[in-house]
């Protein structure tokens, strides 16, 4: 079966402080996704990455898939509050068990 | 703008009494999920639908089935839940399946099994 790590598992950062988070397979990945998920809630999308060497930004994240397609990080420049939440990793196309979850990173940012 | 909702968000119920939860969407995918959230678990896939076509995960429960009436709604049975039951159980949609398409994600309904 295909896995997903995640690290750290756990993070907490002051306010304005960058941060990152990475998501690693042995096996390259067709598609990543990177969700957040406040505490007790759904997931929220946030972006996806299909080629190899991938980047996309949206306000202050930034997401990146290594040219080999095995791992991604999630970068947070100047972080705020309104980041705190799980953060999760996911590796598609979604079809039946061919889609994975990675273990989730928790952020807490103090003010 | 809602475009996955799920209902109720809080369920409580009884041990072995069957409960429905119930998720529709407002963007005409055609595939649904539906997955499994344990406290600070990851979630997991219990089955979808790719239109009609329902697609067991191997090692689902047969306590849980699932019901896609039309395009729009789909419903998760728990035909007689127990204490191990009590998750976040949350609906998904995507547009299509086998490529990489954007998956949306509704807020979740919490079973909570007394």
């Known amino acids: 079966s295909q896995e997903l790590e995640q690290s750290p598992q756990s993070l907490i950062v002051q306010e304005g402080k960058n941060l990152t988070i990475n998501c690693t397979s042995s096996?390259?990945?067709?598609?990543l996704y990177w969700y957040k998920q406040k505490y007790g809630e759904g997931l929220i999308f946030l972006m996806m990455l299909q080629k190899g060497g991938e980047e996309k930004s949206h306000e202050k994240i930034t997401a990146k898939l290594d040219e080999k397609k095995q791992q991604s990080s999630l970068h947070i420049t100047a972080s705020q509050p309104s980041h705190a939440g799980i953060y999760l990793c996911?590796?598609?196309?979604?079809?039946?068990?061919?889609?994975?979850f990675g273990t989730g990173t928790s952020l807490t940012v103090i003010p | 703008d809602a475009m996955v909702i799920q209902n109720p968000r809080y369920q409580v119920t009884q041990f072995g009494k069957p409960v429905t939860l119930s998720c529709s969407q407002t963007?005409?995918?055609?595939?649904m999920y539906w997955y499994q959230q344990k406290s600070s678990q990851a979630p997991k896939l219990l089955f979808h639908?790719?239109?009609?076509?329902?697609?067991n995960e191997a090692d689902t429960p047969d306590n849980f089935q699932s019901r896609r009436p039309n395009t729009s709604f789909c419903f998760l049975d728990i035909r007689s839940p127990g204490l191990g039951d009590a998750a976040m159980y949350l609906c998904a949609t995507s547009r299509d399946r086998d490529r990489v398409y954007e998956q949306y994600f509704g807020p979740g309904t919490r079973l909570t099994v007394t």
């Open positions: 963007l005409n995918h055609n595939v």
């Open positions: 096996k390259t990945l067709y598609g």
């Open positions: 996911g590796a598609g196309p979604f079809t039946g068990n061919q889609f994975y």
């Open positions: 639908y790719y239109d009609k076509d329902f697609n």
